[in-house]
Nanobody, 124 residues
């Protein structure tokens, strides 16, 4: 079993920054990519960003391009999400996910493992 544990969420004013971390542990799996998703109250879980393990290519939702940056530290089995210029509409529970499937990185169904989520609240 693989465990993903997120941290770094919190309350921040609009325009501020937060850095989320996700540490992967447990049995070794063939990781293709890791991603971040978010879910606001009453809404479906949506793609935020993803990074492919081999080569480090990154992908972003249009709503966060230019403001969020995903990165990874392979030695520490950790993926980060640096969030700048935060807006109230970024408020959500943010989830880390891992996939061994080179499928669509934008779909929740592609991912095999999920963290428990960390709350991000942006006040106006």
């Amino acid at each position: 079993q693989v465990q993903l544990v997120e941290s770094g969420g919190g309350l921040v004013q609009a325009g501020g920054s937060l850095r989320l971390s996700c540490v992967a542990s447990g049995r070794s799996v063939s990781t293709y990519a890791m991603g971040w998703f978010r879910q606001a109250p009453g809404k479906e879980r949506e793609f935020v960003a993803a990074v492919i393990k081999s080569g480090g290519s990154t992908y972003y939702a249009d709503s966060v391009k230019g403001r969020f940056t995903i990165s990874r530290d392979e030695a520490k089995n950790t993926v980060f999400l640096q969030m700048n210029s935060l807006k109230p509409e970024d408020t959500a529970v943010y989830y880390c996910a891992l996939t061994s499937d080179p499928g669509s990185l934008f779909r929740t169904g592609t991912y095999d493992y999920w963290g428990q989520g960390t709350q991000v609240t942006v006040s106006s």
